[in-house]
């Protein structure tokens, strides 16, 4: 075997790249769970005593993680005052409380990897690891990864872009938001459409009970409910609208959970189908998006579909061509992209 030798320190430099972003996962947890993004916000420019003072916890510590944080660009030193920041975008993606909360996303490999044995023995054997038996760090990572991007796209343009969808919604509609996990999503529409009563479904209890905590917390448990229900078999007709948002691609059956969509739905409701952002062709996916999405499906999605019978394991890139062709199985007759972002792909489908 000969060795290209810069093709060799360009693959070493990848894991050294990837190995850090392995420790910035766990210093990211650390600054969202000690609050030491917003007491560097609080406080900035600041010197780690600074910072170490307004979150209450030790300097030494706070000045060795605001240098990995500095040295993954996470936030910003100054060397002549040897002081540190964070800039708007910084302040806005990890220390805004109204803002992206990205570091929450790091809870998900970490929460997976305690799992890490049970998912190998999966891999090695052909068989699945259930959504429900992660660590429930990983419950709180999906949702707070996905949550900003529900919140700044659901009601100003996914909905608008639904044919006559927003005017049902503020009439007063039946809606049912299916695999709703803690219910963002769900609260969010009823948050937004006061006239609609919308009901969440998952088949996780604990996160139902989540959400069902939330909709109180919220002022909306007049508007909106939870149920345990599976979304193959979630009660109820007659739905103007039926929502999945990042879900369906999980379920070890899509197919028979869109057919029964299509069969809860109106004679004039709408199936608002949200997936993960995903050309067809794997090779137009080899970016870093897709090499996010397909890391987490393995450990996730796939590995819950393998679960059960069919076991279609459609994974988190599955595609429109793939996505457009299971619904028009399962009974529409009209399926387009109503929008898009780069994480997210909105699929409206009518009967």
């Known amino acids: 075997m000969s060795v290209d030798e810069a093709e060799l320190n360009n693959l070493l430099g990848r894991l050294v790249v990837d190995v850090g972003a392995s420790f910035q996962a766990l210093g990211a947890v650390l600054g969202d769970r000690l609050g030491l993004y917003r007491a560097l916000l609080a406080v900035m420019p600041a010197l780690p005593g600074d910072v170490a003072r307004e979150a209450g916890v030790d300097e030494r510590y706070v000045r060795e993680w605001l240098a990995a944080q500095a040295a993954g660009g996470y936030v910003s030193y100054d060397?002549?005052?040897?002081?540190?920041?964070?800039?708007e975008e910084q302040a806005f993606v990890l220390a805004d409380p109204d803002g992206m909360q990205a570091a929450a996303a790091f809870l998900i490999p970490l929460g997976a990897g305690r799992n890490i044995d049970r998912i190998a023995e999966a891999v090695r054997t052909g068989g699945g690891f259930p959504w429900h038996a992660h660590d429930p760090q990983v419950f709180e990572g999906t949702e707070r990864f996905f949550r900003p991007g529900y919140v700044a796209n659901l009601v100003s343009s996914w909905i608008p872009a639904l044919d006559g969808v927003e005017d049902k919604l503020r009439a007063g509609a039946r809606v049912a938001d299916v695999g709703c996990g803690h219910g963002a999503s769900t609260l969010l529409l009823a948050a937004s459409?006061?006239?609609?009563?919308?009901?969440?479904?998952?088949?996780?209890?604990?996160?139902?009970?989540?959400?069902?905590?939330?909709?109180?917390?919220?002022?909306?448990?007049?508007?909106?409910s939870f149920e345990v229900a599976s979304a193959a078999g979630f009660p109820g007709e007659g739905y103007d609208l039926v929502a999945v948002f990042d879900a369906l691609h999980d379920m070890p059956d899509p197919l028979t959970a869109a057919r029964h969509i299509r069969e809860t739905l109106a004679e004039d409701g709408t199936f608002l189908l949200v997936e993960p952002y995903a050309n067809d062709r794997l090779e137009d996916n080899l970016n870093p998006v897709g090499r996010l999405y397909y890391g987490a499906s393995t450990v996730g999605c796939v590995a819950h579909s393998m679960t059960e019978e069919p076991r279609t394991a459609l994974g988190a890139q599955a595609g429109e061509a793939r996505l457009t062709d299971l619904l028009h199985d399962a009974g529409f007759g009209r399926v387009r992209r109503a929008a898009e972002t780069p994480f997210n792909m909105v699929l409206e489908a009518r009967p």
């Open 79 to 87: 060397p002549e005052s040897e002081r540190f920041s964070l800039t």
């Open 193 to 224: 459409y006061p006239r609609s009563q919308v009901v969440g479904f998952d088949y996780h209890e604990l996160s139902v009970r989540q959400a069902r905590e939330r909709a109180v917390d919220g002022g909306l448990a007049d508007r909106v």
